[in-house]
């Protein structure tokens, strides 16, 4: 069964460093998003990225952050100077263009600001 | 309450018995979805149901939704040791144009053997 993949599994950084998380949405997907789960709270919706460009964002997307779908196949979410309060699960998820609208999660990825 | 809030909070149950869980929401949705997050791992998708719809079924698992009421239930029958895990709903306004999802705090669901 297709499934959404994310790399790394974990990512330490420390704080000002830039990185980038990566992520391979199901093939036949259009529709591609990150969300954030900081540890023991809600899972947060970050960005919706459709047709080469940002569909949706919220208020934490700001201009630290950004998306790219570099290739074919890859979706990636940049955060630039990393905070410590970046720390959180950074799940990338997609969907079919028209219905049905469920969204397929990767595992995720650990970020780890020090 | 916030859009998408569950409970109970936390659940334990023995194998073999029904789990029922219940989220409600504020604002008007198009679907609502339920999915299964292990600990510290990913969100596993369960099931979805329209606005226009009341009751789903999948395998073990029944979800109905009351829109009138803004309410949601999932019910896992007959349940296992491995569906030990907490189980989120999360909503959209697609007719508006929002696909963000907007998660609960979850219901944190323990199965007994």
């Known amino acids: 069964e297709p499934e959404v993949t994310q790399t790394p599994s974990h990512q330490v950084t420390q704080m000002g460093q830039e990185v980038i998380l990566r992520c391979v949405p199901i093939s036949n997907h259009l529709y591609f998003y990150w969300y954030r789960q900081i540890l023991g709270q809600k899972v947060e919706f970050l960005v919706s990225?459709?047709?080469?460009?940002?569909?949706?964002k919220s208020e934490i997307f700001d201009d630290q952050f950004s998306v790219e779908r570099p290739d074919g196949s890859n979706f990636t979410l940049k955060i630039r100077s990393t905070k410590l309060e970046d720390s959180a699960m950074y799940f990338c998820?997609?969907?079919?263009?028209?219905?049905?609208?469920?969204?397929?999660f990767g595992p995720g990825t650990r970020l780890t600001v020090t | 309450s916030q859009q998408g809030e569950e409970d109970p909070q936390a659940l334990s149950i023995q194998e073999g018995e029904n789990a029922t869980m219940n989220c409600s929401y504020k604002?008007?949705?198009?679907?609502l979805q339920w999915y299964r997050q292990n600990s510290g791992r990913g969100l596993v998708h369960l099931i979805l149901?329209?606005?226009?719809?009341r009751e789903k079924h999948s395998g073990r698992l029944r979800v109905t939704l009351d829109t009138s009421k803004k309410s949601s239930s999932l019910l896992i029958t007959a349940s296992r040791a491995a569906d030990t895990a907490s189980y989120f709903c999360a909503t959209d306004a697609i007719r508006t144009g929002r696909r963000a999802l907007t998660f609960g705090s979850g219901t944190r669901l323990q199965v007994q053997p």
């Open positions: 998820a997609s969907s079919e263009s028209q219905g049905p609208y469920e969204q397929y």
């Open positions: 604002t008007s949705i198009n679907n």
């Open positions: 149901i329209r606005s226009n719809e």
């Open positions: 990225f459709y047709n080469n460009e940002i569909s949706e």
